[in-house]
């Protein structure tokens, strides 16, 4: 069966690049992150999709990450070095008709209140189960940087839990799981406190899902102009 191409949108900030992959219910998610280059596949509504998409300057594999949610797939691609990009795809690369600018998180060069994107809204559950051992998931927030290492990173799930920039709609996670018998160590990092159970985080996505924003990171519409954003190759 030939795979089809996902409909992609990027927007970035001085020292990283937001990228979207817009597949609703993806499931068999397979996310490679290179340096120069992301590898991407998925199934939805019984169809096969994939992509790989080449970045014009480096990226740093260990310190990107991604979400699965139920409406896209979500990833924060670290730049090596922190500076504004002229364009996303290198300038060999042929145009690709399924990649476009995202409007929604768009930011200028020379806009003082460029912000990053809040990440306090991704669906914590479809997070928390692709942590579990499946395809999907977030690399960063595994133990040994990656699918199959060791436990759950907790201070790197309360550090996504509150977004890099973002103000404010992150859950306590400290007292959460300390409500949990984990204790505010675990929820703080992991350290001084003992690591919680499976049925335990269940238990914490379950009051994440009823408490959370409904607000979240609403599907992406694209709107203005593109006068004047950089050129995709």
Known sequence: MTAKHPSVKWAE??????????????????????KDKITFSATSGGEQYAETIA????????????????RQVFCVLVKEDAEWWSRLLP???????????????????????????????FDMQSMMAGMGGGAGGMPGMMGGGGP???GMDMAALQAMMGGAGGAGGAP???????????????????AGGEEPSMDELK????????SKDEGGLG?????????????LE
Request: aromatic letters at 8%.
């Open 13 to 34: 900030r001085e020292d990283k690049v937001y990228m979207t992959f817009e597949l609703a219910d993806a499931k068999d998610v397979e996310i490679a992150i290179e």
């Open 55 to 70: 970045f014009y300057k480096e990226i740093s594999s260990e310190k990107s990450t991604y979400a699965v949610t139920a």
């Open 91 to 121: 300038a060999a690369a042929g145009k690709m008709n399924n990649v476009h600018v995202d409007f929604d998180k768009w930011a200028d060069e020379d806009d003082d209140e460029a912000q990053d994107i809040d990440t306090s809204g």
């Open 148 to 150: 199959g290492g060791g």
């Open 172 to 190: 306590d996670f400290s007292s959460m799981m300390g409500g949990m018998g984990a204790g505010a160590g675990a929820g703080a990092g992991g």
């Open 203 to 210: 238990k914490l996505i379950a009051n994440m899902k009823s």
């Open 219 to 231: 599907a992406i519409e694209e709107e203005g102009d593109e006068d004047d954003l950089p050129e």
